[in-house]
């Protein structure tokens, strides 16, 4: 596990006077202000967020010194940082996105089937991205049923496939919805 973990992303500007949109990591959009002073991944800058607002699941939010539009836009794609300490402590089966990212995927046979690559909310849960060995990818809900083990300290967890169903095009069927 690493010592820092990402809590947001620079993804926009809004408005003119150097407020920037946030894609944050927290549960809730706006608690990334709680983490300020933030660093950038080198751990070379360090921010101080005032959160103003939120849009489309977005933190808006304004930077100590960034005061214009251009200097906002400089900063698309920066990623905020803190120390794993100062996050809240974890529940018994949760876990950091940055923590699953990257895991060794296996089936319950012990096989290997791939890697970790994103976690995605759709709106319905989490769900694993995940990058399959030798090509691939595979989604699969990240809940209990279908991932019934996961060892953090191990960078590995078990999978339980979903059947696959081939769809009408495959087995024959005319695969439209006028056919």
Not at 53 to 70: F, N, P, Q, Y
Not at 91 to 106: C, N, P, T, W
Request: with cysteine; hydrophobic share 40%; net charge negative.
């Amino acid at each position: 596990m690493a010592d820092r973990v990402c809590v947001g992303v620079v993804v926009g500007v809004h408005g003119v006077r150097g407020a920037v949109r946030v894609k944050s990591f927290t549960e809730v959009a706006a608690d990334i202000g709680y983490y300020s002073p933030v660093e950038d991944e080198t751990g070379t800058r360090k921010f101080r967020l005032k959160v103003t607002g939120e849009v489309k699941g977005s933190a808006i939010v304004t930077l100590e010194g960034v005061t214009s539009r251009d200097a906002a836009e400089a900063l698309k794609g920066t990623k905020f940082w803190v120390a794993r300490e100062r996050l809240p402590r974890l529940e018994e089966d949760e876990f950091l996105y940055s923590d699953l990212i990257g895991m060794a995927v296996v089936g319950l046979d012990g096989q290997t089937l791939g890697t970790v690559t994103s976690v995605h909310d759709f709106g319905a849960g989490d769900v694993l991205d995940i990058a399959l060995t030798p090509r691939g990818n595979l989604m699969v809900p990240f809940t209990r049923d279908a991932v019934p083990e996961v060892d953090v300290s191990g960078r590995k967890l078990v999978v339980i496939p979903p059947v696959y169903a081939p769809d009408e095009k495959e087995d024959g069927g005319s695969g439209g919805r006028d056919g």
